[in-house]
């Protein structure tokens, strides 16, 4: 038996909608190394769009910005780039 709840369409369910969708193509990443890689890119993603910023802009400017030799990992955090 299920226990059926309705919750209010709120940020938090709408940030996980599209983790929720594509759970069963997950089964399939191949490794557990590639499932961690998933989940750190879909956090990426998520916390660019909660600061404003365009996800694939950030991660080009922060891999050119680490490929230049920036050690400076907290200034490169979305939430640092987006003041």
């Known amino acids: 038996e299920r226990l059926r709840v309705k919750f209010p ?6 940030l ?3 983790i929720c969708l ?12 590639a499932a961690k890689n998933t989940s750190l890119i879909y956090s990426i993603i998520e916390s ?11 991660i080009a400017d922060v891999l ?4 230049s030799g920036d050690t ?6 979305p ?3 987006a003041k």
């Not at 369409?9 to 709408?14: A, D, L, P, V």
């Not at 660019?48 to 950030?58: A, Q, S, W």
């Open 9 to 14: 369409w709120s940020t938090r369910q709408r």
């Open 79 to 81: 939430m640092n780039i």
């Open 72 to 77: 400076d990992y907290v200034a490169l955090l």
């Open 22 to 33: 594509g759970r069963k193509n997950y089964l399939f990443c191949g490794s557990e190394q």
């Open 16 to 18: 996980m909608k599209p």
């Open 64 to 67: 050119r910005k680490l490929i």
């Open 48 to 58: 660019c769009k909660m600061n404003g910023l365009r996800p694939v802009k950030y």
